[in-house]
């Protein structure tokens, strides 16, 4: 497997490849690897050996059907579920080995954007406290600073300063997914894990947060691991595509050879499935530009 061997480099499991030290070769400048995860939910497998890279200002989308694991990674790789096996390296730190302040300090370099935006804002916060709480977390800012970091954030997701003093309830759902981007992006993260951040919205507005998400992308340079199930979508975004099926990275290469040369029979399989990717690869129209999406 190309993409699972680029990630940790060397022909052994994840596991070996991570003991050295996270510093392989190649792959040293990756923020983020994902070294053989592996994770089992009452004896079966959610994931399976799961293992790839992402580099600085990159997107590597993963796609797969319902169930096929995910979002399990990506529950790892920010943490929030322990690997039964397998590490999540950043900038080359193990980070089940790190605690305390190390581990806090770490933890800011990696966020997470939900599919549904309520997930990471309290509804009975107002928007200006629920992005400035990383802030208050992670750095020394004092509340002036963090009032002006704050209404600088919603300026660059397509807010107003303003909008920090209503609740998310006041909000459309693309723009509460803008308000996530904010508070998730308020720390200046290494890597940003969306789980299918614009599956819950309109064709319109998904193409807007997949603007932004490209936009804040160019101007920061953070990795991103973009989830979705829908490999339309993922065209729009990504570098490179990682295609799950049962628990198991089947495939993992340039965007470009995933829709035009898919190796694998269950990445044939799910192009087949989207006729405007199947038009476009008759006709040879290139890969969109992101920065050609309307933000
Ligand atoms: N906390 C859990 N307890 C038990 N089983 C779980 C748990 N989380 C996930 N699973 C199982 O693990 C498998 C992978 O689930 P996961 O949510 O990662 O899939 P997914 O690819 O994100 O799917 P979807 O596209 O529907 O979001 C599924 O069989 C699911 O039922
Ligand atoms: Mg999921």
Redesign the pocket.
């Known amino acids: 497997m190309t993409g699972q061997d680029r990630a940790c480099g060397g022909g052994t499991s994840g596991q070996d490849r991570a003991r050295g030290g996270g510093t392989s070769g190649q792959n040293a400048g990756a923020p983020l690897r994902a070294c053989g995860l592996v994770?089992t939910?009452?004896g079966?497998p959610?994931?399976r050996d799961v293992s790839f890279e992402v580099g600085a200002g990159e997107t590597l989308a993963i796609v797969?059907?319902?169930?096929?694991?995910?979002?399990?990674?990506?529950?790892m790789l920010v943490g929030l579920?322990r690997p039964d096996r397998g590490q999540v390296l950043l900038d080359g730190d193990d980070l089940a080995r790190l605690r305390g302040r190390a581990l806090r300090a770490r933890r800011r370099d990696l966020q997470m954007v939900f599919q549904d935006p309520l997930g990471s804002l309290d509804p009975a916060m107002r928007v200006g406290a629920s992005i400035a709480e990383p802030l208050l977390l992670h750095t020394a800012l004092d509340a002036a600073a963090r009032r002006d970091r704050v209404a600088d954030l919603l300026r660059r997701v397509g807010l107003r300063p303003e909008h920090a003093d209503r609740l998310p309830r006041a909000f459309s759902g693309g723009q509460r997914q803008r308000i996530a981007i904010a508070r998730a992006i308020a720390c200046d993260p290494r890597v940003l894990i969306c789980?299918?951040p614009v599956s819950a919205l309109d064709v319109s507005t998904q193409a807007q947060i997949l603007g932004l998400l490209a936009g804040l992308r160019e101007t920061t340079g953070f990795g991103c691991v973009f989830?979705s199930?829908d490999l339309a979508v993922v065209r729009l975004v990504a570098d490179r595509i990682g295609v799950?099926r049962g628990?198991e990275l089947v495939e993992l290469g340039p965007a470009e050879q995933i829709y035009t040369d898919p190796r694998h029979e269950y990445t044939r399989e799910l192009v087949a499935a989207v006729p405007s990717l199947t038009a476009r690869r008759a006709a040879r129209t290139p890969c969109t530009n992101p920065k050609e999406v309307d933000g």
């Open positions: 994770k939910f009452g079966r959610a994931v797969g059907e319902s169930g096929s694991g995910k979002s399990t990674t990506a529950r579920l789980d299918e989830i199930h799950m628990g």
